[in-house]
């Protein structure tokens, strides 16, 4: 899907190749940080700080889902790149194909850059390889279970050990059960603790 925004309304229309793609289309700005190229080299001292601006301001937006993670924590950022005319594409991995989430997270991403001076936002999605919650910071986990989401742990290829438990972030009792596969949403699953009985989320390691 291509999705794009000229002066405050929206036409949404799908690319002839599938890739999901949002964008915003304004005049090219020239702002102190658009990419210069100098004697052939891909990006200028000055580019580079302004891509590195860029990808800190992405990483961090909140997620919608789970507000108290980032776009950096969950580890779906993958690139930044900054044209020469100022043009910014970024490049987002799903947590899960489909992800609901993702047309909300370019419109945030979108948002947030524009604000920063940059008019021309192009947000692309790449499916592989593959996100994984091994690609979440550990400062994400922690955050999960201090928000009352039990983290996921490390996803393992192969034979899989399968646990029969999940510590409850609310107390730290091993003595829950899953009660469905799925919970607020599809990437994690409902659970509750027999110890303090009060149920809870586990992000769900893929």
Known sequence: MVTTARAGHVDLSTGSNGEAVSSTDGAASSTDGAARLTGGARTSTRGAAAVE?????VAAIPDPEIPVLTLGDLGILRD????PDGHVTVTL????SGCPAMEAIAADVTQALVGCGYADVTV??????AWTTDWMTEAGKAKLLE????PPGRHVSGP?????SV???????A????LSRFGSTACKSLWTCNECLEPFDHFKAI
């Open 160 to 164: 899989v050990h399968v646990g029969l």
């Open 175 to 178: 003595d829950t059960k899953e």
């Open 124 to 129: 692309r999605q790449a499916l592989a390889p």
């Open 147 to 150: 928000y009352g989401v039990a």
């Open 80 to 83: 930044v790149d900054l044209e």
């Open 93 to 96: 991995t799903p947590t899960y």
């Open 167 to 173: 510590r409850c972030p609310q107390c730290g009792s």
């Open 53 to 57: 601006q860029i990808r800190d301001v």
